[in-house]
């Protein structure tokens, strides 16, 4: 079997859908990083997924805080679901995610130590994608005639993903699992396809409402966030397949009743995955992630996290 005709079987196409799955860890300020995030799904597919991630590092405060030797442990389950539809006759697709965090700050404050923990619902994920060029919304058949006919392929596509405010919020505190505020993140991003190898390239915008009622009835504003992420694929025959990422975020200095916070973002992401096939509609993926600031103000943490994934 050449390698051509590995990428266009049908069993392949299933594993792609599934492999789609990603239960994305958030770090603490909004950027993610996400493999195979243009890969297209065949219409007829729903893909259930289900997560769990454990993050743990360092955070950096503004100084005026007053907040020393301050760290964190997170433990994420989350639920997502993905439904590809026709628009026109091009493929978009719906995602919707659903996380449930569990979260322990400890530190120190004015010098005394202190600590607090968190245990709810975060902010759930909407998002709706467009892919502009590559296949059109086809079945399991097209898409694999599609490949055979194009082996060598690119893809490019936009989204939109809204954040609402539905997770657990405290107006009296200063560490909450939701952001209690809308978050839109319009999206553009390609990938190129060539026998088993996949390169990916990806552009976000972060755009932030006020948090009108912050900390002591308070507002906070926030700049939009510039972020790049960009990986690099290799498939398998056994249908596994292996993936290292980069990704960098700049900007989002916020201020509170109009004054600056000069807590602009510059952060680097890095992460390595791994997915294979458990049952011929199921398929597990583990993640490592790195996030490493820059700035005096941000968070260095590592995550591990695994998620399963069903086709129906």
Aim: aromatic content about 14%; some cysteine.
């Amino acid at each position: 079997m050449t390698n051509q005709n590995f990428l266009v079987t049908k069993s392949t196409i299933v594993l792609v859908c599934m492999a789609c799955f990603l239960m994305t860890f958030k770090t603490l300020y909004a950027q993610d990083i996400e493999p195979r995030r243009w890969t297209p799904m065949p219409l007829g597919v729903h893909v259930l997924g289900l997560g769990y991630g454990y993050q743990a590092g360092t955070l950096y405060f503004d100084p005026t805080l007053q907040i020393e030797n301050a760290s964190v442990d997170v433990n994420l389950i989350g639920l997502q679901y993905f439904q590809p539809f026709k628009l026109g006759n091009k493929l978009a697709r719906l995602d919707v995610k659903i996380p449930y965090l569990s979260a322990h700050w400890d530190g120190l404050l004015a010098g005394n130590p202190e600590s607090i923990s968190r245990h709810g619902f975060a902010d759930p994920i909407l998002r709706m994608s467009l892919n502009l060029i590559g296949p059109d919304a086809f079945d399991s058949k097209g898409i694999k005639e599609y490949y055979a006919a194009n082996p060598v392929n690119t893809i490019f596509g936009v989204s939109l993903a809204v954040t609402f405010p539905f997770g657990q919020y405290y107006s009296d505190k200063l560490l909450n699992l939701g952001q209690n505020r809308f978050v839109f993140r319009p999206q553009m991003g390609m990938v190129h396809n060539w026998g088993l190898w996949s390169y990916e390239l990806t552009t976000s915008v972060y755009i932030f409402t006020n948090n009108n009622n912050f900390y002591n009835n308070q507002t906070r504003r926030q700049d939009p966030l510039f972020a790049v992420q960009t990986h690099l694929i290799r498939q398998f025959k056994n249908r596994m397949w292996t993936s290292i990422s980069a990704g960098y975020g700049v900007a989002g200095e916020s201020s509170i009743n109009n004054i600056e916070k000069k807590d602009n973002r510059s952060d680097i992401l890095g992460e390595v995955a791994l997915g294979f096939p458990l049952f011929k509609k199921q398929a597990v993926k583990v993640t490592y992630l790195r996030t490493q600031t820059f700035n005096d103000i941000g968070s260095d943490t590592n995550t591990f996290a695994m998620g399963w994934s069903l086709v129906f």
